[in-house]
């Protein structure tokens, strides 16, 4: 017959168990992954960090595949150019140059801002922007006129030109998001206004930058 002291330990171990399997299950339910910023999750810093990491994790040759298998699934046509889109973002993201000079964006069109920030095109891997420990999405929604650039195309270009990435991209707090858009608030302030420093306020362009932040759980 089984000891009731040791009984009561097994149980309390299969219990253990189970709750330690609850909370990492939840967490893996609540990590966001590729596939949520693919099929058109709202960006944050923190989707794309986790979009960028769980495909460094897979390994070039294995995160190539994944995103070719995804582009080859059925979707409506209302989000399959925000797809189309947003791979293009983690290519530029996955491949690093060996000189430091950011890869050259793809060949998909224009992007449409409002006047005062158009000289943030300028900025090296825009429509994305670093800012402390985040990365934001400026615009998206490009405007074509002729044939797009494919995606196999780029993926082409950002192998021949660039690396894989080997380092995990950070992933920020809360408090960190925040402060990295009102420093890019700042930085992109001096650099957009021919008249210097203008006042960003209750911008729509920024309060939509901001919005990401404020999205980082």
């Known amino acids: 017959m089984m ?12 219990t253990t168990t ?11 339910l609540m990590t966001p992954t590729e596939l949520d910023l693919l099929e ?6 923190a989707v794309i960090a986790h979009a960028v990491n769980g495909l460094v994790a897979r390994g070039e040759r294995d995160a190539l595949q994944h995103l070719r298998a995804t582009g080859d699934q059925a979707r409506p046509r209302a989000r399959i150019r925000t797809f189309e889109e947003r791979r293009f973002w983690l290519l530029r993201l996955l491949y690093q140059p060996p000189a430091g000079t950011p890869l050259r964006p793809p060949r998909i069109g224009e992007l449409l801002l409002p006047n005062a920030w158009k000289s943030l095109r300028a900025w ?28 196999e195309e780029y993926l082409a270009y950002c192998r021949a030109a660039g690396r894989f990435r080997s380092q995990l991209l950070p992933v920020p707090t809360p408090a960190e998001a925040l ?3 009102e420093a890019l608030e700042q930085a992109a302030s001096w650099l957009a206004s021919d008249q210097g420093k203008i ?9 939509a ?8 759980q």
């Open 40 to 45: 058109g999750a709202p960006p944050s810093p």
């Open 18 to 28: 189970v709750s330690l399997l609850a909370i990492m299950l939840s967490t893996a």
């Open 3 to 14: 000891n009731p002291a040791a009984v009561s330990i097994v149980n309390h171990s299969s």
């Open 199 to 207: 006042a960003l306020g209750n911008d729509p362009f920024w309060r």
């Open 124 to 151: 090296p891997m825009f429509p994305l922007a670093e800012s402390g420990k985040s990365w934001f999405v400026l615009a998206e929604g490009h405007v074509l006129i002729g044939k797009a650039e494919s995606y």
């Open 179 to 181: 402060a990295d858009a």
């Open 209 to 216: 930058v901001r919005a990401q932040a404020e999205r980082v």
